[in-house]
């Protein structure tokens, strides 16, 4: 199994940076196929924010251009530069890892960004 450590959160006005990071660890071998980042705001449905795998990345159209997603392999971490951020990026940002294999999906406890002046 494995486990998901989450940080970077916190609040910021708008226009403000955050970088997320997620690390992931087992004391089992494991390999990972893709990390990613999902968010859920108040009221609202879970969606994409960026995810990122051996073929590249692909990212939620409201964050396109602002946010970027990058990878440590060796680490087992992927991180998540938020740039220009927006009081409508509020939301519970949550880590996802599928693994290789069977495609195991881990989500991570989740990391609250507030965008606030």
């Known amino acids: 199994q494995v486990q998901l450590v989450e940080s970077g959160g916190g609040p910021v006005q708008p226009g403000g940076s955050l970088n997320l990071s997620c690390a992931a660890s087992?004391?089992?071998?494991?390999?990972?196929?893709?990390m990613g980042w999902y968010r859920q705001a108040p009221g609202k449905q879970r969606e994409l924010v960026a995810t990122?795998?051996?073929?590249?990345?692909k990212y939620g159209d409201s964050v396109r251009g602002r946010f970027t997603i990058s990878r440590d392999n060796a680490k087992n971490t992927a991180y998540l530069q938020m740039n220009n951020l927006k009081p409508e990026d509020t939301a519970v940002y949550y880590c996802?890892?599928?693994?290789?294999?069977?495609?195991?999906?881990?989500w991570g406890q989740g990391t609250q960004v507030t965008v606030s002046s």
């Open positions: 996802r890892v599928v693994l290789g294999g069977m495609g195991e999906v881990t």
């Open positions: 087992s004391g089992t071998f494991f390999v990972i196929n893709s």
């Open positions: 990122i795998d051996y073929y590249g990345s």
